[in-house]
Structure formats: C-alpha cells, structure tokens
C-alpha cells in the first residue's frame, strides 16, 4: 500500500512539473532576453536564415569586445549576471545565438565547428569589431577553441568555462546514427531534461534552475518541434565527430580554464553502462590534463560547482573571471 502511494505522489509530483512547462516555439520567441535582441540574414546551402544576437555597449567603454558562446542546450538567455559584469568593466558584449539554437533560425545544413566560427567572424566583420575576447562555456568552449586555431588574430584571450570536448568522446561513447539521435531527441520530456540537468549539471539544485528546464524543454510542445530535435541530433553528430581536444597545444592566444570540479557531463552519457559512466567526464582531472597541453594557459578550479559555475556560485566565479580577463 505504501509503495501504491509512493507511486502516485510520484506521479503527481511530475504531472504538476510537467504542467509548468509552457509550450515555446523552436526560435524562442516567447522567452525574453535581457537585452534587445538583433538578427544577422545569412545564406546557407541556399537557405536564408537569421542569426540572433544581443550587441551590449557599456556606459564606459574600455575599447575591448568579448563574444560569449552558449553551451547546447542553452542560449543567450543565462548570460544574464556575465553580461552585466563585463559591461560594467568597459567591454562591449556580444552574444550570439548560433545558427540552429536560441533564437537563431533552425536549418537543415551540414552543421561544423569550422563553419560556426566562420560564422562569428562574419557577425564580428558587420559590426566592425577587429578583435575581441572569447568565451565559451560547454560545447561553447569547443566552437571558442575552433574559432582560436582558425583565427588567432581575431582572438585577443581564450576563456573556457566548463567546456565539453576535454576528452575524446569517440573512443568510449558507442557510436550512434544520426536517426538513432533524432529518435533519441523526440524522447524528451521535461522530466529526462531536469534529470539530467540534476545529475549531470548541479552539485546541489535550486528551484532557480527550473528556469533552464522550461526553455530547454518548452519546445517540446510545438508544432515544430521535430525540426528542433533533427537539429539538435546533428549538432550532437557534430560534437562528437569533431574533437578539438588534440589541438590545444596548437592554440597560440592566451588561455584561462575556469572548471568547476563536480561537472559529470559526458556527449552521449545515456549511451554508456553506469559503471562506464563513473569513468569519464571527469572534470576534477580534465582540468588540470587540459592547462598541461596548453602553453602558459592559466586555471582556476571551483570545488563547489558542476558544469556552470557562472549561475551555481555567481558571486566567486566573476570574481575570478574580472581578476583575470584580458
């Protein structure tokens, strides 16, 4: 009888979640940004799309630009507290929204870290900007990291913050076609989005971070939603076909590491066995495997954060990202 109860307040508990989510669409435009959003027109394999943006000029200008690169499953949305830091240091802040996430348009394309960076360079090119910081969070770090080899002299500093492709994905997450990982994507709930996040994001959660669960799973109710899933699975392609992590002794701009050290997340996780799991996306030891192949790069661990230190302990990370930008 216990265990019939137990079930059922289970299964309240998650309708009444799953009652919070209200239905997005697949470009978000019922998510407000905190500052005005703008749109780049774009051609690609003969398609016109839009590349959001959000371009922050500060009161005081310092002269410097920093581009801020989301992560997968976000947008510029949770720049929020960043943006305003940087902005009241001098930095003109620009945040965009990458073709086939946020607020961007979603298309069917053949989706590259090499393309994306191009990309940035064009968004950096329209507006006049010469040189500009990066930073880049998740797989934000990764496209930071493509955009630094192809373009060091449009790189003025390199910031990772929790970046994903510290580790070679291919070599221990069993492959998947890109229709397993479309499959895959039409699966997602609110709930399988807040587990994850739970176990893979967050050392401990916070009522806060139903935010993040609401946009990332909001689209599910659209009537476009499998067009969103597509793309993601060919983002996810994209991840895990096109490593970066054997070039980071190639990089030649300067290179800070903020980690926080309980991050778990692995590309492809839910392929893997439990024990499996246990054995990689270790980043208490990517870390610092991570500074040792990058020459003069500087790190900063956070041990009481997982995968986005910039929303679990806001107040230590921009402490440590204003000691030591460029």
């Given at each position: 009888m216990r265990k019939l109860c137990l079930f059922f307040l289970l299964l309240a508990s998650s309708y009444a979640f799953a009652q919070q989510i209200q239905n997005l669409s697949i470009t978000l435009e019922n998510v407000d940004y905190p500052f005005p959003v703008k749109f780049l027109p774009l051609n690609i394999e003969g398609q016109d799309v839009r590349m959001a943006y959000m371009d922050i000029k500060p009161?005081?200008?310092?002269?410097?630009?920093?581009?801020?690169?989301?992560?997968?499953?976000?947008?510029?949305?949770?720049w929020t507290n960043v943006i305003k830091a940087l902005s009241a240091k001098g930095y003109r802040v620009l945040v965009p929204d990458q073709i086939g996430f946020g607020k961007s348009s979603k298309p069917f394309i053949n989706y590259s870290f090499h393309r994306l960076a191009a990309l940035n360079r064009q968004l950096l090119d329209s507006l006049g900007i010469q040189k500009a910081v990066l930073m880049g969070h998740s797989m934000g770090g990764m496209l930071a990291s493509r955009f630094a080899l192809l373009y060091p002299e449009r790189t003025a500093q390199l910031i990772l913050e929790n970046p994903i492709g510290l580790e070679d994905y291919r070599r221990f997450v069993p492959n998947a076609s890109p229709e397993a990982m479309y499959q895959?994507?039409?699966?997602?709930?609110?709930?399988?989005?807040k587990r994850y996040y739970q176990t893979s994001y967050f050392v401990k959660w916070?009522?806060?971070?139903?935010?993040?669960?609401?946009?990332?799973?909001?689209?599910?109710?659209?009537?476009?939603?499998?067009?969103?899933?597509?793309?993601?699975?060919?983002t996810a392609q994209m991840i895990y076909e096109q490593p970066v992590v054997y070039e980071f002794p190639l990089l030649k701009v300067p290179v800070l590491l903020l980690i926080g050290i309980q991050d778990k997340t692995i590309v492809g996780k839910a392929r893997l066995k439990p024990e499996d799991q246990a054995k990689y996306g270790l980043y208490n030891q990517l870390g610092k495997e991570t500074a040792a192949k990058i020459p003069g790069s500087v790190l900063i661990e956070f041990s009481n954060s997982g995968h986005i230190p910039h929303l679990e302990i806001p107040e230590e990370f921009l402490r440590a990202l204003g000691e030591n930008i460029k």
């Amino acid at each position: 009888m216990r265990k019939l109860c137990l079930f059922f307040l289970l299964l309240a508990s998650s309708y009444a979640f799953a009652q919070q989510i209200q239905n997005l669409s697949i470009t978000l435009e019922n998510v407000d940004y905190p500052f005005p959003v703008k749109f780049l027109p774009l051609n690609i394999e003969g398609q016109d799309v839009r590349m959001a943006y959000m371009d922050i000029k500060p009161d005081n200008p310092n002269g410097k630009a920093l581009m801020l690169f989301h992560g997968k499953n976000f947008g510029g949305y949770y720049w929020t507290n960043v943006i305003k830091a940087l902005s009241a240091k001098g930095y003109r802040v620009l945040v965009p929204d990458q073709i086939g996430f946020g607020k961007s348009s979603k298309p069917f394309i053949n989706y590259s870290f090499h393309r994306l960076a191009a990309l940035n360079r064009q968004l950096l090119d329209s507006l006049g900007i010469q040189k500009a910081v990066l930073m880049g969070h998740s797989m934000g770090g990764m496209l930071a990291s493509r955009f630094a080899l192809l373009y060091p002299e449009r790189t003025a500093q390199l910031i990772l913050e929790n970046p994903i492709g510290l580790e070679d994905y291919r070599r221990f997450v069993p492959n998947a076609s890109p229709e397993a990982m479309y499959q895959a994507e039409l699966k997602t709930t609110p709930e399988s989005v807040k587990r994850y996040y739970q176990t893979s994001y967050f050392v401990k959660w916070k009522p806060e971070y139903d935010e993040l669960v609401r946009i990332a799973s909001g689209v599910n109710g659209s009537s476009e939603f499998p067009r969103y899933a597509k793309v993601s699975a060919l983002t996810a392609q994209m991840i895990y076909e096109q490593p970066v992590v054997y070039e980071f002794p190639l990089l030649k701009v300067p290179v800070l590491l903020l980690i926080g050290i309980q991050d778990k997340t692995i590309v492809g996780k839910a392929r893997l066995k439990p024990e499996d799991q246990a054995k990689y996306g270790l980043y208490n030891q990517l870390g610092k495997e991570t500074a040792a192949k990058i020459p003069g790069s500087v790190l900063i661990e956070f041990s009481n954060s997982g995968h986005i230190p910039h929303l679990e302990i806001p107040e230590e990370f921009l402490r440590a990202l204003g000691e030591n930008i460029k």
